[in-house]
């Protein structure tokens, strides 16, 4: 695809490795498998609550937690002008550290266009960003590169000057992403191509900046759900696990259409074949009214502090858009904890909204078993789905130390006393306030007190949530172990 075609179709021109915890638990899980999830760590270091948006109106969100134990983040910034890095000790205080400039496009030529979706990578003992860059008389003339530096801190860094990625072809090319498979380091990337605005690509490298093979494309956006708006695969990014390599890509315009879909390759495949490389049918992540996330994508992953597999990825609060997507400075950074299923392939539920990361609610009566909700009842289910079981318990209104408890998928709607029943519905009064307790037959679990009834519970009866006074054979049936 020529620059002139690239630039009139391209849906930007007018849209805007850790390893997980040895130690797991299973637990009921969508899709026909059990999640594998790992314990909460024993004791935090940093009590902080983690909340969501991590790091406001920064897009692409790249998060690595490095071998220091420190985490490095960097973005889009809505100026599309520079590259940012900051770092933290833990995700939650993220938000508020320090971020560095480490590099700012030139005032006119090559690279002083628009500048787009870092990351930062450790490799061969130096530190390296890629990044994408338009230039300063056509901004959208995009192009991959990268920034290295020896120094240890890369916030403080002296870097070298960046160095053109050559691809297959000099057209639009973006989202550079790398890692290393069985001694060889890949190059996974977005290159327009002939009748979409953007496959993905994959080639080895001999260096940072060079490629040691022919690129062959592994994904081109054919799917109802990758060419809404445009027809876009973009946005790669790795995890190993289970014996197989994940790639999640993002698809479709940047506004409420964008999702992020999933490609699998066995680890033992060649790579370098596009025939080792398949596509799930459907999308892995997407808009979700209840949650009140819109077009989340561009992801990446870490772990959090206890070795539990973490996604990140950007969303709005808003479907709606006023003017120029591309413009919209209002897609956050975020995380949520992402669980796997029983047959090794990941679970990424869905994205789980502002404020602090939800809980999942086990009774004690139900090893096993979660709390679950269809919108309005809420029952004890051995395999409900991810989203349904998810709750995000918050400061009350009521008194101090009360709380609410909100659906993941009912956001702004709470568990509500209705006389002994327990339904979903919006706050009015004082109805939906409870006082957390510890747990009535175990202290390592919690029980909810309601702040209208003194001395009744959150109980499960029949297999569905009520309130009630307990008695001495419920006391299980009212305590529920937190899981994140």
């Known amino acids: 695809m020529n620059d002139s075609v690239n630039r009139q179709f391209s849906r930007r021109t007018f849209l805007g490795s850790g390893t997980a915890a040895a130690a797991a638990f299973a637990v009921a899980g969508a899709g026909g498998g059990a999640l594998l999830a790992a314990p909460a760590a024993a004791a935090a270091v940093d009590s902080a609550p983690l909340i969501n948006p991590v790091v406001p109106q920064r897009a692409d969100p790249w998060l690595m937690k490095h071998t220091d134990g420190k985490y490095y983040f960097t973005g889009s910034v809505p100026e599309y002008n520079r590259i940012i890095v900051r770092s933290s000790s833990t995700i939650a205080r993220l938000g508020s550290a320090s971020e560095a400039v480490v590099w700012t496009r030139p005032a006119s030529g090559t ?10 990578h450790h490799f061969d003992g130096q530190w ?22 020896d120094d240890a801190d890369p916030t403080t860094a002296v870097w070298g000057p960046p160095v053109r990625v050559y691809t297959h072809a000099d057209t639009f090319s973006l989202d550079a992403t790398n890692f290393e498979h069985n001694g060889t ?28 093979s022919t690129p062959v494309r592994i994904a081109v956006p054919t799917l109802d759900w990758e060419t809404r708006g445009y027809k876009v695969n973009e946005g790669a990014a790795v995890i190993k696990r289970n014996g197989r390599i ?12 964008y999702c992020m879909g999933l490609l699998t390759a066995d680890a033992t495949a060649d790579l370098l074949s596009a025939a080792s490389w398949s596509k799930t049918p459907t999308p892995v992540f997407v808009t979700t009214e209840g949650s009140k996330q819109y077009g989340p994508g561009h992801n990446s992953f870490t772990v959090d502090e206890a070795g539990n597999d973490v996604l990140v990825y950007h969303a709005r609060s808003y ?23 029983a047959d090794g392939t990941p679970n990424f539920g869905v994205p789980v909204g502002d404020g602090e990361l939800p809980v ?9 078993t979660f709390l679950a909700h269809d919108g309005v009842t809420v029952t004890a289910a051995s395999s409900p789905a991810l989203g349904s079981s998810q709750f995000r318990i918050a400061p009350g209104y ?17 568990l509500r006393v209705q006389g002994s029943a327990v339904t979903i519905a919006t706050t009015e009064g004082s109805s939906s306030a409870f006082l957390k307790r510890g747990g009535l037959s175990d ?42």
């Open 360 to 368: 999942r609610l086990e009774p004690a009566s139900g090893p096993g």
């Open 185 to 212: 380091r890949y190059l996974l990337w977005a290159q327009s191509d002939t009748g979409v605005n953007s496959s993905l690509y994959i080639a080895s490298m001999s260096s940072p900046s060079t490629l040691s």
């Open 246 to 257: 994940f790639v999640t890509f993002s698809a479709s315009a940047t506004d409420a259409n």
């Open 319 to 341: 479907r709606t858009i006023v003017g120029d997507p591309l413009y919209d400075p209002n897609r956050h950074a975020r995380v949520q904890r992402l669980y796997w299923n």
């Open 398 to 414: 009521a008194k101090k130390n009360s709380v609410v408890i909100e659906p993941v998928l009912a956001k702004g709607r709470y």
């Open 111 to 120: 690279m002083g266009g628009h500048v787009w979706a870092p990351e930062l």
């Open 443 to 484: 202290a390592a679990g919690a029980s909810f007190e309601s702040v209208d009834v003194p001395g009744s519970y959150l109980v499960l009866r029949l297999g569905a949530l009520a309130l009630a006074k307990v008695g001495k054979n419920e006391r299980q049936a009212a305590t529920f172990f937190l899981r994140s």
């Open 128 to 149: 390296h960003i890629y990044f994408a860059a338009g230039d300063s008389s056509d901004v959208f003339r995009v192009r991959i590169y990268v920034i290295s530096t």
